[in-house]
């Protein structure tokens, strides 16, 4: 589903991604865990285009999303590679649903007007379609009540899972979630993390940065853990969590757990 | 000197007229001024230098140029080398809008800034293009910011419009020229004016309250 290859990104001369490579397999839940700076935000905005790598390739579902890196296929000719493979990030971004860590809701539009908005301007919906899957989706994540509300009412749980709704609306093959439950009051993260869970049980692909061990460890499939830009260690949560190969990673269980 | 207001009375019609045509020019140009703003600030937001450039020099030109000389210039100036042909009306009109928007623009850019880059980025992870962005996500947040100042720049331009008496419409103002030039009086008339736009201003003034509050209605909880 996803193959992140040697990727880096710079800003300026600060390097955040020295080399990732990156196997997400459809319906895996990969968690990515790391101290702050590490990169982890980083890498999972690459994969959605809002940062531009520096170098490396990103495949989305067999299509290369970032600019061909020629060092990767020596003798090749990056026209035909992009003939064949390459696609435009508004397409791309359709099918790659992101959720932010400050939910970024459209705070001049109410719940409904935020949940149909993109499927009827982008995938050109017509109003009753996206109405209708609109109130399936907060229904799941227990947000039908406040459909006609502005966000400005809504507590900040419930602003995300109406932010995870709204980028259900999509309908898209992978959900990347950044840091979700970071800016939440304590007692609001387990409202959004059951709705996690509920949508990872699905079968949905997800890729989740999380200072949640232990969510992290309960719903994933593999923890992949990063460090000053790289990828240290990749392996399964009960794997990852009770014999850590690397002494970094030792060192930041020690800290968080 | 006794004052005496029942000279005006006759007048009234007249004073009707011309409210209508300050009226005209005015909303003419704050609509015309909004439009034309919104791809001016556009441009002073774009990374595209040029067009950046363009729209500075723009704003710089109608601050640094004198509203009364801007009229002339477009009523009897430009005439002379382009060929158009303009009724002092669309000059004006042409003149007030254009001025607004440079002003407009410039709050505007201000409004546009001070949205959150979370909303750009919602935006584009759910694969929304740069102009459906701008048009339903950025800048009705940005108009609710720049309100205020739009309602200043509605008052200003109210009063502004008394300009056009000069390059021969008949507005407020030149119904009170004519009558003191007729009566040889001068008080009363110019008194009358000045209550005119006094009421018209506190009308807008309230106007913009009401507008303000509508706009923002979706910050109330």
């Known amino acids: 589903m996803i193959d992140v290859k040697k990727l880096h990104k710079s800003f300026g001369s600060l390097k955040v991604l020295q080399g990732i490579d990156l196997h997400v397999n459809k319906g895996d839940v990969v968690s990515i865990i790391g101290p702050s700076g590490s990169g982890k935000s980083t890498l999972l905005r690459s994969i959605n285009l809002l940062e531009t790598a520096t170098a490396g390739e990103i495949w989305v579902d067999g299509k290369l999303i970032t600019q061909p890196d020629m060092r990767l296929h020596p003798g090749e000719n990056a026209q035909v590679i992009i003939k064949a493979h390459y696609q435009d990030p508004y397409s791309l971004r359709r099918r790659v649903g992101m959720v932010f860590q400050h939910f970024n809701l459209f705070p001049h539009k109410t719940v409904l007007e935020n949940m149909i908005y993109a499927p009827m301007t982008v995938k050109k919906e017509s109003r009753e379609v996206a109405v209708e899957r609109a109130k399936e989706l907060l229904e799941s994540v227990g947000m039908l009540d406040k459909i006609d509300v502005y966000p400005a009412t809504l507590s900040g749980g419930q602003k995300q899972r109406v932010a995870i709704a709204r980028a259900l609306a999509m309908e898209p093959d992978v959900m990347l979630f950044d840091e979700p439950t970071s800016a939440l009051d304590p007692e609001m993260v387990k409202e959004v993390l059951d709705v996690i869970k509920k949508l990872a049980n699905s079968g949905m692909t997800m890729l989740l940065v999380t200072h949640e061990m232990g969510f992290a460890r309960e719903v994933s499939d593999r923890i992949c853990f990063l460090d000053e830009g790289v990828l240290i260690e990749d392996a399964p949560p009960e794997i990852f969590f009770s014999t850590p190969k690397s002494d970094r990673a030792k060192a930041f269980l020690e800290k968080v757990l | ?221």
């Open chain 2, 1 to 221: 000197m006794q004052l005496d207001f029942s000279i005006l009375i006759k007048y009234l019609p007249d004073f009707g007229a011309a409210l209508m045509v300050t009226l005209e020019v005015t909303v003419c140009s704050l609509l015309l001024g909004l439009l034309f703003s919104i791809p001016l600030s556009l441009f002073k937001i774009s990374s595209i230098k040029p067009l950046e450039w363009f729209a500075s020099f723009y704003t710089s030109i109608f601050r640094g140029v004198p509203l009364m000389v801007q009229v002339f210039m477009m009523y009897f100036g430009v005439p002379l080398v382009l060929p158009v042909k303009f009724t002092a009306f669309t000059a004006g009109v042409l003149v007030f809008s254009m001025n607004s928007a440079a002003y407009i623009s410039e709050s505007m850019r201000g409004g546009i800034k001070a949205i959150d880059k979370g909303q750009y980025e919602a935006a584009m992870a759910l694969g929304v293009r740069y102009g459906a962005m701008m048009k339903d996500i950025i800048l009705p947040q940005a108009i609710k910011s720049v309100m205020p100042s739009l309602v200043n720049e509605f008052i200003s331009l109210l009063k502004n419009t008394t300009l056009i008496a000069s390059i021969g419409l008949v507005d407020i103002l030149r119904v009170g020229q004519l009558i003191q030039s007729r009566t040889y009086r001068a008080f009363e008339p110019f008194f009358a004016i000045a209550v005119f736009y006094y009421i018209l201003v506190m009308a807008l003034s309230f106007l913009g309250k009401l507008l303000e509050r509508w706009v923002n209605k979706s910050d109330r909880r």
